[in-house]
Nanobody, 124 residues
């Protein structure tokens, strides 16, 4: 069984930086291929929103609200994805979730995996 484990959240002042990490754990040798990786966030009382995404070949896209401040990257060897967040604002406060499309050995499709979420709080 494969899980995604996030880390790196915390409390930071406005203007500060955080780096979130998300790594596959468990039966990682069963991962045959990795597709898209994404970071979502959900603030209290709001819907979950897509923050950033990266394809298998490294192409990226970002929500308008984070362009120029956040950077998504991936390390396929480590089966990990990162989100560097700079110039943080109070409105970035949310639970951040990692999401990945993974294809396991003996499978013919990519399945959807989610991490448990990590809290990011930005104080003004």
């Amino acid at each position: 069984q494969v899980q995604l484990v996030e880390s790196g959240g915390g409390l930071v002042q406005a203007g500060g930086s955080l780096r979130l990490s998300c790594a596959a754990s468990g039966s990682i040798l069963s991962i045959y291929a990795m597709g898209w990786y994404r970071w979502y966030r959900q603030a209290p009382g709001k819907q979950r929103e897509l923050v950033a995404a990266i394809t298998g070949d490294g192409s990226t896209n970002y929500a308008d609200s984070v362009k120029g401040r956040f950077t998504i990257s991936r390390d396929n060897a480590k089966r990990a994805v990162y989100l560097q967040m700079n110039s943080l604002k109070p409105e970035d406060t949310a639970v951040y979730y990692c999401n990945a499309d993974l294809r396991l050995l003996r499978s013919t499709r990519y399945d959807d995996y989610w991490g448990q979420g990590t809290q990011v709080t930005v104080s003004s």
